[in-house]
């Protein structure tokens, strides 16, 4: 693990706004959903990210996602895309209707340098990492198109169709783990952290292909850390301007959840931001965050 020097930054307080999922002519996706029960899935969020925690299933640590809550899902080839609490590592997941009683779970997170990948922009379309291009097969997660060289992961999952609940199991399944390496920082070198509702734009290099990071104190105990780098044309995006305002890309308008980096409707269409899992230590007051590392 490493340390880093404190960097200028800008404050804002990180409120838990939240896009409406994109239209069908887009990607669709739904990054990081706040708290509420599974059939609130339409309301407003609340300020802590408890929708999805694990439960105990199939004897492995496991989602279930009510299906019919979904619109998304509702009709073959349909997608969505989600963070589920720590499934995954904390890394978001596609979840394709692959048949009227089968579906396809992927770890979202590109094997070549660990993007998210976005789901179908149609039903059967390919699903397309945004930084490098790489395509993957909906039917499978199969790579179709380089640079990536390894499939998706695939998640084990199973259908209880008279009940409408979709079980993610996240024991087992095919696809390469994606290794992580850890960046600690102490916060008592980020003045601009100290408060809830603080944030900054620091550089963590290697990480992120030597881009900068986002940090937002979105409460004492929670963080949000995403790339800086836009989904759209990998513009540099400023941080939020008013407390809770959106994170916006300068170059071509694209705006940004200051709450968990989703997309939100704005002038460009663009994919998620990437985000990086985060785990603060009360005892040192300080921030490690997880960064993926290709092969």
């Known amino acids: 693990m490493c340390e880093h020097n404190k960097t200028n930054g800008e404050a804002a307080e990180g409120g838990c706004s939240r896009r409406g999922f994109l239209q069908r002519s887009g990607a669709l996706?739904?990054?990081?959903?706040?708290?509420?029960?599974?059939m609130s899935l339409l309301q407003a969020c609340e300020n802590e990210l408890t929708k999805y925690p694990d439960v105990i299933a199939g004897g492995g640590k496991g989602i279930e996602i009510d299906v019919m809550a979904e619109p998304d899902l509702q009709s073959v080839g349909g997608a969505i895309q989600r963070s589920l609490g720590s499934f995954n590592g904390g890394k978001p997941v596609t979840i394709i209707r692959a048949e009227q009683?089968?579906?396809?779970?992927?770890?979202?997170?590109?094997?070549?340098q660990g993007c998210t990948v976005a789901p179908p922009g149609t039903p059967g379309g390919s699903m397309v990492c945004p930084c490098h291009g790489a395509e993957f097969?909906?039917?499978?997660?199969?790579?179709?198109?380089?640079?990536?060289?390894?499939?998706?992961?695939?998640?084990?999952?199973s259908y209880d169709a008279a009940a409408g609940?979709?079980?993610?199991?996240?024991?087992?399944?095919?696809?390469p783990e994606i290794p992580l390496a850890e960046a600690t920082l102490l916060l008592s070198d980020y003045p601009q952290l100290q408060a809830v509702g603080g944030a900054l734009k620091v550089a963590i290099p290697p990480y992120n292909d030597g881009?900068?990071?986002?940090?937002?104190?979105r409460a004492a105990d929670q963080f949000l850390a995403v790339t800086s780098v836009c989904s759209h044309n990998?513009?540099?995006?400023?941080?939020?301007?008013?407390?809770?305002?959106?994170?916006?890309c300068p170059?071509?308008?694209?705006?940004?959840?200051?709450?968990?980096?989703s997309w939100q409707d704005s002038?460009?269409?663009?994919?998620?931001?990437?985000?990086?899992?985060?785990?603060?230590?009360?005892?040192?007051?300080?921030?490690?965050?997880s960064f993926p590392v290709s092969a």
């Open 29 to 38: 996706l739904g990054l990081g959903l706040c708290g509420g029960t599974l």
């Open 211 to 217: 881009r900068k990071v986002i940090i937002i104190r």
């Open 101 to 112: 009683e089968r579906f396809l779970v992927l770890s979202a997170v590109c094997t070549h």
């Open 137 to 157: 097969s909906p039917a499978d997660g199969a790579v179709l198109k380089g640079p990536a060289e390894q499939n998706l992961k695939v998640f084990p999952s």
């Open 251 to 261: 170059c071509h308008g694209a705006e940004y959840s200051s709450s968990d980096g």
């Open 165 to 175: 609940i979709l079980t993610l199991n996240s024991a087992g399944g095919g696809g």
């Open 234 to 248: 990998q513009c540099e995006i400023n941080l939020p301007a008013a407390p809770a305002a959106n994170m916006v």
């Open 267 to 289: 002038p460009q269409t663009a994919s998620d931001l990437q985000v990086f899992a985060t785990s603060y230590s009360a005892e040192n007051d300080s921030l490690t965050i």
